[in-house]
């Protein structure tokens, strides 16, 4: 059983750069065949497509995010990160990794992040 | 606003059965055999539901099925069970630029 859980800062201030990290259990990142993917919810609302990375360090961004996102692979911890830089209070959102792109089958419970001074 | 388009809310009683729309176009779900449904529970990750339009999971009531015709995907929920009460959003890849597009969600009432 694939298992993803989220870490990193809760509250970041804004202006600066809002850093997760994803680690991986149950499964490899570096055997392939999937995406490993950022997908953030702001409160109340729908899901929005941040990006992904493929286990090579291939990756592929949303455009309206691709300015601020980098996202990155570690694949000797089976880890993949999230980096978000110049943050402000619409960045506010709880912040999922998962594995896929157009088909998600597994999750991280989300960590909320909160932009506030 | 979202690039597919679900209806706000959508009801039923036990045992009923509901239908939910996930509206596209030709560059997104009629483009595509890649329409998935997530089903998210308050304060929960979502969890796939339905994949490829028609396919489920192992583990997946069978009381849950997809479909699509045209730009239109449907996620149908038969015999409604209290439990089934949660937001549903579907996804779908797309030719633009964004690759991956959801809809904007729809809760799910169970009367």
């Known amino acids: 059983q694939v298992q993803l859980q989220e870490s990193g800062p809760g509250l970041v201030k804004p202006s600066q750069t809002l850093s997760l990290t994803c680690t991986v259990s149950g499964g490899s990142i570096s055997s392939g065949g999937y995406y490993w993917s950022w997908i953030r919810q702001h409160p109340g609302k729908g899901l929005e497509w941040i990006g992904y990375?493929?286990?090579?360090?291939?990756?592929y961004y949303n455009p309206s995010l691709k300015s601020r996102v980098t996202i990155s692979v570690d694949t000797s911890k089976n880890q993949f990160s999230l980096k978000l830089s110049s943050v402000t209070a619409a960045d506010t959102a709880v912040y999922y990794c998962a594995r896929g792109a157009g088909t998600v089958d597994y999750w991280g419970q989300g960590t909320l992040v909160t932009v506030s001074s | 606003q979202s690039a597919l388009t679900q209806p706000a809310s959508v009801s039923g009683s036990p045992g009923q059965s509901i239908t939910i729309s996930c509206t596209g176009t030709s560059s997104d779900v009629g483009g595509y055999n890649y329409v998935s449904w997530y089903q998210q529970h308050p304060g929960k990750a979502p969890k796939l539901m339905i994949y490829?339009?028609?396919n489920r999971p192992s583990g997946v009531p069978d009381r849950f099925s997809g479909s699509k015709s045209g730009n239109t995907a449907s996620l149908t929920i038969s015999g409604l069970q209290a439990e089934d009460e949660a937001d549903y959003y579907c996804s779908s890849y797309t030719s633009s630029s964004t690759l991956v597009v959801f809809g904007g969600g729809t809760k799910l009432t169970v009367l």
């Open positions: 490829e339009v028609s």
């Open positions: 990375i493929y286990y090579s360090g291939s990756t």
